[in-house]
């Protein structure tokens, strides 16, 4: 089987979540002695992957360019994944006119236009809504799931949404959340007497993560020093910016730790990890690495979304200020309730995050996606509307920028 890979950005594990879940997709296709391509027309950067580990070919490639119609027509491959919807505006009309024959499958990471739709209600200051979907992005993205022929989402809400209010057909979806190798003992885990501090991280480019340091910063981490003077936070996360770094205060125990190379190493030396997520979507990298190793987690409901099912959270999960500071506070000092959360943890994963179970319902998926695809696409009637060439906006953009560069 030939996998093309087309992502935003070339995968950072220790970055943030996206990149943990891109490598978990392709460990799956390498441990199917798939040959995989990873192309991107993002530059190189510092924290990205080492590939070559998974015998996966790099390819660099151009937007709004022709180039990449002889570079797909030669490869035809079974399968091309475009990581994130701006990757199949900008190639998902090439692949279909030059490899027709391909399947076309969407990862979405997490639905970026509920995001936003909720970080836009946030700061108006109201409940969200759906009709804040019917957004530029919304229409964007939901457009791109509607073309493909598979979309793989990490949450079940999100999964359920485009299901019920946007009309994407069941078997045109799949719900796959992280595929772990999940530790099974409490033994294996740094015990409570062995840990100090609190810890947040997230990668500083993610907005929701950024509005979370500043809650922590003002509204937070004052109250619980007050109780808990000897305490800090440490709070890492890859690209901070100076906005951030200025932050850092150690009289305070307000610590600006910036990225960590060994994000599961800093976690597993923290006793609580806090998460006040006001908005967002998708599930949460951070709150699985805190369960990975055995450290409870402080959040939202938002934060916790799709996370857990019908298990109890490793933590306290709550929308109310003094109760999220109340809670860290008591959990940071009660061993016995500590020592639980860190066994719901383990449950949870145990029982959700399995990789040898979702790894192989991804591969048969895909295998029967393929076999099914023809029959599929013409039963999917929004899928071809949106594909028709009048309503082929993304197509002729693209073409025209193509055109202009040419000319300059």
């Not at 040959?35 to 950067?45: E, R, V």
């Not at 009289?251 to 030396?269: C, L, N, R, T, Y």
Request: hydrophobic share 40%; net charge negative; with cysteine.
């Amino acid at each position: 089987m030939q996998v093309l890979v087309i992502g935003y950005v070339w995968p950072e594990p220790n970055s943030s979540a996206a990149g943990s879940r891109m490598m978990q997709l392709l460990q799956s296709f390498y441990n199917q002695a798939w040959h995989i391509t990873f192309a991107s027309p993002a530059q190189l950067s510092d924290h990205m992957a080492d590939l070559s580990q998974l015998n996966i070919q790099q390819d660099q490639i151009e937007l709004n360019s022709d180039t990449f119609d002889q570079y797909i027509a030669d490869k035809k491959p079974d399968i091309v994944i475009f990581d994130r919807f701006m990757m199949e505006e900008q190639f998902g009309w090439r692949v279909e006119k030059f490899s027709p024959e391909s399947l076309r499958v969407l990862n979405t990471e997490d639905l970026h236009s509920l995001r936003q739709a909720r970080h836009n209600a946030l700061k108006a200051q109201r409940e969200f809504q759906l009709t804040d979907l019917y957004s530029e992005q919304g229409i964007r993205e939901i457009a791109a799931i509607h073309r493909c022929d598979l979309t793989l989402m990490i949450s079940e809400f999100e999964t359920q949404l485009l299901k019920d209010k946007f009309h994407v057909p069941e078997t045109h979806l799949m719900h796959l959340p992280f595929m772990l190798d999940t530790p099974t003992k409490v033994e294996e885990l740094v015990a409570f007497d062995q840990r100090q501090h609190f810890i947040s991280i997230g990668n500083f480019r993610h907005a929701p993560n950024w509005d979370a340091v500043l809650q922590l910063k003002t509204e937070i981490w004052p109250k619980i020093r007050q109780r808990l003077p000897q305490a800090e936070l440490h709070i890492y996360g890859a690209y901070p910016p100076p906005k951030a770094t200025q932050l850092h205060n150690p009289k305070q125990g307000f610590h600006i730790k910036g990225w960590a190379e060994d994000a599961k190493k800093v976690m597993a030396s923290a006793r609580i990890c806090l998460a006040p997520l006001r908005f967002g979507a998708g599930i949460k990298g951070k709150l699985v690495e805190a369960m990975e190793v055995g450290t409870p987690s402080i959040t939202t409901p938002i934060g916790a979304e799709s996370m857990h099912g019908e298990w109890p959270w490793n933590g306290i999960i709550t929308d109310d200020m003094d109760e999220f500071i109340h809670a860290a506070v008591s959990l940071y000092e009660d061993q016995q309730s500590w020592q639980l959360m860190q066994k719901n943890g383990l449950q949870i994963l145990q029982a959700r995050y399995q990789a040898s179970e979702w790894e192989s319902k991804l591969i048969n998926r895909l295998t029967r996606q393929i076999q099914l695809k023809n029959p599929l696409r013409q039963q999917h009637f929004l899928g071809l509307m949106l594909r028709h060439h009048s309503l082929k906006s993304t197509q002729y953009m693209s073409q025209w920028i193509e055109l202009k560069n040419k000319q300059e």
